[in-house]
């Protein structure tokens, strides 16, 4: 079975499946990639079943904060930008913002 790109798949090799979201394919092998950005690696088909609707949520839920976690001005400044973005209703700039979040968190913080 193929997979299109930007479908949710959950990768099962391993003893921790990790859901992804596909971002190319050659062959056999579908290149991957973390929802919301992060790391690519590359799977066989055979390792990957579609994701379900709650793990595909899971996966792309931002938690809802009442503050930055780390008393961090760019973490307030990307929580405020995520948050004007979703109220907008625009969904480019609210992926856009959530990355950029997501993004930071990474780097900055290391998670």
């Not at 193929?2 to 949710?8: I, L, P, S, V």
């Not at 990639?33 to 690696?41: F, K, L, S, V």
């Not at 008393?71 to 700039?93: P, V």
Request: aromatic residues 8%; positive net charge; proline residues 4%.
């Amino acid at each position: 079975m193929t997979y299109r790109n930007g479908a949710f798949v959950v990768d099962t090799r391993g003893d921790r499946a990790r859901v992804a979201q596909v971002i190319d394919s050659l062959g056999q092998q579908a290149h991957l990639r973390a929802p919301g950005g992060g790391e690519e690696w590359k799977a066989l088909f055979s390792d990957l079943r579609l994701a379900t609707r709650e793990e595909r949520a899971r996966a792309t839920r931002w938690p809802q904060l009442k503050r930055p976690p780390f008393d961090c001005e760019e973490c307030s400044k990307d929580i405020a930008a995520y948050q004007e973005a979703m109220e907008s209703g625009n969904d480019f700039r609210t992926a856009t913002a959530l990355v950029r979040q997501r993004t930071h968190w990474r780097l900055e913080h290391g998670l």
